[in-house]
């Protein structure tokens, strides 16, 4: 187990942008993940990358010291210079053995992420995985480590409560907005098409909205966002121009002052000016707000503001950080299981030619040191020989695993009495 390791490089550690700066894309993969087996002479590896992490799973005899990783980075990537990988290998964090386990467990059920109790990391995981064995990059330790870190997350998830609250802001806006219970054909404006207002408009428009204009400074990223939501898409300076009347506004741009200001609003409004009675719902997910807060106070407004929405992910978060307890229990267990797993496995894999071996064994004998001996037997004594042969054949490959299995959990038992262990050699299995 000492062979296995990870080099990680996550939010904690460095900027997202950065962070960035190690995505490859699925394409790109396969070719420097070989180039690193082959160069760094590691027999197993895998790449997992997420928007906040890039961890690289592997295999190798060496020891993961500064100057390995100084050569692993370069041999990623041949571009950076001295300074730039130096500055890498001072921020990237490095587990070894079961340490290296734990961690992947712990990064599989979120509690090692940047938003605790986030589901869709179980799934990069595997996919990561997937790509990786489908590609011949893994092998059987990676495979082992992978199947215990999958089967813990699940129970994390379905053992404790840290994924049931939303502490997603963009979530949380859309379940503020459902609760409101708005007509799907209302008229939503979008302003900005950026990331936020993009994840936004997937929760939207899978709700059954349809009536969308997205304006944005680049009416190509605008154009983008408009063919997904099937609306209209138009320049930011066009904004004031906009005649149409709206009953719903999700805005989110990157301005450092107020968008939607008194005179700007009275123009959006259009012939709406006539029906004021009718509240509108504001969604303002920009920091700092693209809403002027005068309008709250002297407009019928309904304003799901990022404040408010902060107030309920910090509430959020203290109820998923409560099941932080259960958590560390479930994955400490997994750890302690994947230890006996993985010795097991180890012997499994050095008892796996014990068949072939008895097969040549009995092979030799038959044809060559008893051949004339069985030559003088008549069929049905052939016969009840191969039998005999066959049963002592299938016992003689089997015995030995289930007695080093019972060595194993004996030697566990004795080196710490308190544990229970499934033995699975008994006596019987020899005596069937």
Known sequence: MIRFNVIAFTHSGLGLDEIGKFHLETEQ???????????MNISEIMYLSTCNRVEFIFVADEKVDSDFISLFLKTFNSDWDHHTIQNYVAKAKTWNGINAVNHLIEVASSVDSMVIG???????????????????????IIRVVIRQTIETAKKVYTQTSIASKPVSVVSL???SLVERN??????????????????????????????????????????????????????LSELENHKTGFDIIVTCTGATEHIITPSVYKKLLGKDVATLRDKKIIIDLAIPSDLDPRLVKTHNIDHISIEFLKTIVDVNMKERRKELIKVSQIIYDAVEEFKEIFKMRQVELKMRSIPELVKEIRSTAVNTIFSKELNKLDADSKDVLEKILDYMEKKYVSVPMLMAKEMLVTNERESDPGRKMKSGFSKKAVKK
């Open 29 to 39: 993969v396969v070719k420097q993940m070989k180039k690193i087996k082959k160069e």
């Open 118 to 140: 986030e589901r869709e990391i179980i799934t990069q995981v595997r996919r990561a995985y997937e790509h990786s064995r489908i590609n011949n990059l893994s092998g059987d």
């Open 173 to 175: 806006a859309y379940h």
């Open 182 to 235: 708005p007509d799907l054909n209302s008229r939503i404006l979008v302003i900005g098409a950026g990331v936020t207002n993009t994840n936004m408009c997937r929760f939207l428009k899978k709700y059954g909205f349809k009536n969308f204009t997205v304006y944005n400074r680049s009416i190509a990223n605008a154009e983008v966002l408009a063919r997904f939501t099937g609306g209209k898409a138009k320049p």
